[in-house]
């Protein structure tokens, strides 16, 4: 049991939910009861597939939007006779490129009202702490994108924070960079050189998740919900190739794709929304192809456990899953219990030639999701065989956010344009038969 300040969790969050929009306007819920508790001296990991409101939770605990529901009570720090501070570490940078490397680190001691000297001091000391001793002058554009994610950490850490919050904040790195700072986080962290009592970070690759955390929170999505707890009970620091390491990603995997008892198997299920409302993921149709043909092929021959598979086509777990349930919803292949494996249909489209591929495509397009049957009929159902894109928009937009119906639109133009299913005008913006099947 962790030992937190006045026997209390620092942070506790209860029946957190977030709308965003408004009533009867495609409002969304993208969090729903949601129930934490944050200990002193852990790292706590929030890990789900993209949509699953895990960067709103955080920024909710950081303040920087209100739920539309729930409570969030911060424990008592008893030696500055405060409630406990939290600062954040963004997935972009976000740092001012006008600024130097130290007024940047300097920002949050300026609002604080620091004075100068002591902005300066604690500024030198956070730059000298994430290795960035020498760069104090120097500006964003001169800097790498571990140098500047580094700056972002240093300006966090700067204010001295009780609870670091870390949004994602090795996904915008390359692979080698993203693992030198997450070692070199976790060796401060160990040894003891950072002043905060716990961190909560957001991530959506399970290794990332087992390398760092005490525990990890299962996110299930639309609307977002924890499903499921993970405690890692490995000695840090932690190696990869460990059989308990590799079990507990089994493990995960296995939990991110197992559907409730009571959840329908049918596999429309996993996408938010019914009937047109459907969300659609921005996936290729080359890689739907290419993830078919990988799973047909040596070693799996037509199942495959997701987590090898992920190592072998150098996937992360959010990835992989967005384009396994998209064949699912496609009737391509089943994913359950931490395997993906190929339906009949899907084995039929690996073996066929290109023609055949596309055939199969529309057919399954057009019987299995609802908005391009629904643009189809309306095409076939008037005289000039055209229906403007800009009322299905208008539609959707009834239904989800303009932002997730331009992107479900944009995936179903680009799944249709292949299949000749149906054909789109950008200029005109505009639904045709020019180019049926």
């Given amino acids: 049991m962790q ?97 130097t490397v130290q007024q940047n680190v300097e920002l949050g001691l300026e609002a604080k009202g620091a004075a100068a000297e002591v902005r300066r001091k604690r500024a030198l000391a956070a730059i000298d702490l994430i290795g960035l001793d020498g760069f104090e002058n120097a500006y964003p554009k001169e800097l790498s994108g ?4 580094r700056v972002g950490l240093a300006r966090a850490l700067v204010v001295d924070p009780d609870i670091l919050l870390m949004d994602e904040p090795f996904s915008a790195l390359d692979v080698l960079t993203a693992e030198t700072l997450r070692t070199d986080l976790l060796d401060l962290w160990c040894e003891g050189r950072m002043q905060i009592k716990s961190i909560l970070m957001v991530t959506h690759n399970i290794e990332e998740a087992v390398l760092m955390c005490d525990r990890i929170l299962v996110f299930s999505s639309n609307p977002g919900r924890i499903v499921s707890e993970v405690r890692v009970e490995l000695p840090q620091p932690r190696n990869r190739q460990d059989p308990r390491f590799r079990r507990l990603v089994d493990e995960i995997y296995t939990r991110m794709t197992q559907r409730g008892a009571g959840e329908a198997r049918r596999a429309d299920g996993l996408f938010p929304g019914v009937g047109i409302g459907m969300l659609l993921p921005q996936v290729s149709t080359n890689t739907l ?49 931490g395997d993906i494996r190929l339906t009949a249909a899907g084995r039929r489209y690996v073996d066929a030639d290109v023609d055949t591929r596309k055939q199969l495509f529309s057919e399954h397009l057009l019987a299995y999701v609802p908005l391009a049957a629904y643009i189809r ?61």
Avoid: C
Wanted: hydrophobic share 40%.
């Fill in 146 to 149: 571990g140098m500047r994610q």
């Fill in 289 to 337: 192809s290419g993830l078919m043909e990988a799973v047909a092929a040596e070693p799996f021959r037509g199942k495959a456990d997701l987590p090898e598979l992920a190592e072998d086509l150098l996937y992360e777990a959010d990835e992989l899953l967005r384009v396994a349930e998209t064949l699912q919803l496609m009737r391509f292949a089943e994913v359950e219990g």
């Fill in 3 to 99: 030992t937190t300040l006045l026997g209390r969790p620092l942070v506790e969050v209860t029946k957190l939910r977030h709308v965003y929009g408004k009533p009867g306007d495609g409002d969304l819920l993208v969090l729903d009861d949601v129930n934490l508790a944050l200990a002193e001296n852990e790292i706590v990991g929030l890990l789900g597939r993209s949509g699953s409101g895990k960067s709103t939770l955080l920024r909710s605990i950081a303040g920087l939007i209100a739920p539309t529901s729930g409570d969030i009570a911060f424990a008592t720090n008893p030696e500055r006779g405060r409630p406990v501070s939290v600062s954040m570490v963004f997935q972009t940078f976000a740092l001012f490129p006008w600024l």
């Fill in 377 to 437: 009929r309306e095409l076939d159902n008037d005289p000039d065989h055209e229906v403007p894109a800009g009322r299905v928009r208008d539609e959707l937009e009834e239904l989800m956010s303009p932002d997730y119906a331009e992107e479900t639109l944009k995936s179903l133009v680009t799944w249709a344009r292949y299949a000749e299913a149906f054909a789109y005008d950008d200029g005109a913006d505009l639904f045709t038969l020019d180019n049926p099947s």
